[in-house]
């Protein structure tokens, strides 16, 4: 059985965050290519524990490559567009999951939008995960 949920899950808030952790990657003794490495792995980690946790029938996610490491993290083999978006070039995207159904996908450019655009994505996501749920009673 699948709770009502919608995880949000961030890396870097701003340019600043990714260059204070290259910092202090490089400050370590790593290279470029271990601190990505390094990076990847964590968010992999969070994203494989929150889906076990608390099973949200929404994602969202920033960057094509973040899309590509939650995809193959979660054994997603297929995305389909819905034809929906939260708003111009935020487009809403579905995957089944085989316990639970549809689970929604949001990406978003990780330079594009700003605070608003991230909210509304929740507030999107929130309303048809609200939704589903009442449908699936």
Do not use: H
Not at 23 to 41: K, M, W
Not at 49 to 65: A, K, Q, Y
Not at 74 to 91: K, M
């Amino acid at each position: 059985v699948r709770t009502t949920g919608v995880a949000v899950l961030t890396t870097a808030p701003a340019a600043s965050a990714v260059e204070r952790t290259v910092d202090t990657g490089q400050a370590l003794g790593l290279d470029i290519p271990t601190i990505e490495e390094r990076v990847e792995s964590a968010l992999t980690t969070a994203v494989r524990d929150c889906w076990t946790d608390i099973d949200p029938n929404g994602i969202f996610v920033t960057g094509g490559t973040t899309a590509k490491s939650v995809q193959r993290t979660l054994g997603i083999s297929a995305i389909e567009l819905t034809g929906t978006t939260v708003e111009a070039g935020v487009p809403v995207a579905q995957f089944e999951d085989s316990d639970a159904g549809p689970v929604y996908f949001v990406t978003k450019a990780g330079g594009f939008g700003d605070r608003e655009t991230m909210r509304r994505i929740v507030q999107y996501l929130s309303q048809v995960s609200t939704r589903d749920s009442e449908l699936s009673e």
